[in-house]
């Protein structure tokens, strides 16, 4: 994935499409404009992440505007930092949680096993 800000002031609501092929990549490309924290981003994405990426995009940029609504008068990027730090953290403790049911599902596999 590759991403530039967009300086342009556009509405959320606009995007420009453009397949093309990276010179690096065996799959085809297509550029978006998504906006996060009030700043529109352009990034060029495989085009079977699209939807992925969007929703990602809209579920972080709803949690900024709930830090914001929270905590007055801090800088953007705080909200950003803050909103990352969050996913961050859930996402540690998700791989955590999946490799300890890994672990348990191993163990009770050997618990059948000897028991039979």
């Not at 906006?35 to 079977?48: D, F």
Request: glycine letters at 6%; proline letters at 3%; aromatic letters at 6%.
């Amino acid at each position: 994935m590759r991403c530039r800000r967009s300086s342009a002031k556009r509405s959320p609501q606009s995007t420009h499409k453009a397949s093309y092929m990276a010179a690096d990549s065996p799959v085809p490309l297509m550029t978006i404009n998504v906006w996060l924290a009030g700043r529109s981003y352009r990034i060029s994405i495989p085009v079977s992440e699209e939807a992925a990426l969007r929703r990602s995009v809209k579920a972080a940029d709803q949690k900024i505007t709930e830090l914001r609504q929270h905590y007055a008068g801090r800088d953007d990027q705080d909200f950003v930092a803050m909103a990352l730090i969050m996913y961050a953290t859930a996402e540690a403790g998700a791989g955590k949680s999946s490799i300890d049911q890994a672990v348990i599902g191993e163990m009770i596999g050997r618990i059948d096993k000897a028991l039979r």
